[in-house]
T-cell receptor, first 114, second 113 residues
């Protein structure tokens, strides 16, 4: 079956620093990748949609200069949280799409900014 | 779905009971719906899906019902087990295949033995 690996699973960083989160489709090439953010006891909120070789499409209210998405290949997308602040602390989840597998989710990254 | 920042509703059941989790979706043009289970600290896990040309689909111990008239989706879990305790989300795909899934509010299912 389709597997998406997300790394790291947990990260703690200091306020003002940047953090990179990787999302890899292990056994398939993803047509599209998606990034979500989830605050405690809330639903998954779509941040951006990413296609290989093109600029990501960000949802309204998501700062593209703060949340940098790079989709360099059909198997790898990265999300970089720049100049992180405590309010960026959240659970970040990626998803990869490819027929016939549909949507496959990563295991998430818990970001804590101190 | 109504993906807003509100606290998740909770459903508490006894082991062996049947559970029904409901979801209202927002986009009448959505044609693909998925139910996910999410355990604490993990990513969503696929349970069952349904396309808009169907109104019912069954899996192992789970059934999804779709009512397009009122834009309502439900997940029925038969003989609920403690291992079913988790947060359940419905998700809709608004347009063509491969567009982003939009998640509903979610429901916390708590199963006591």
């Amino acid at each position: 079956g389709a597997v998406v690996s997300q790394h790291p699973s947990r990260v703690i960083c200091k306020s003002g620093t940047s953090v990179k989160i990787e999302c890899r489709s292990l056994d398939f090439q993803a047509t599209t990748m998606f990034w979500y953010r989830q605050f405690p006891k809330q639903s998954l909120m779509l941040m951006a949609t990413s296609n290989e070789g093109s600029k990501a499409t960000y949802e309204q209210g998501v700062e593209k200069d703060k949340f940098l998405i790079n989709h360099a290949s059909l198997t790898l997308s990265t999300l970089t949280v720049t100049s992180a602040h405590p309010e960026d602390s959240s659970f970040y989840i990626c998803s990869a799409y490819r027929e016939p597998y549909g949507y496959t989710f990563g295991s998430g990254t818990r970001l804590t900014v101190v | 779905g109504e993906s807003v920042g509100l606290h998740l509703p909770t459903l508490s059941v006894q082991e062996g009971d049947n559970s029904i989790i409901n979801c209202a979706y927002s986009n009448s043009a959505s044609d693909y719906f998925i139910w996910y289970k999410q355990e604490s600290g993990k990513g969503p896990q696929f349970i069952i899906d349904i396309r808009s040309n169907m109104d019912k689909r069954q899996g192992q111990r789970v059934t999804v019902l779709l009512n397009k008239t009122v834009k309502h989706l439900s997940l029925q879990i038969a003989a609920t087990q403690p291992g079913d305790s988790a947060v359940y989300f419905c998700a809709e795909s608004p347009n063509q295949a491969g567009t982003a899934l939009i998640f509903g509010k979610g429901t916390t299912l708590s199963v006591s033995s």
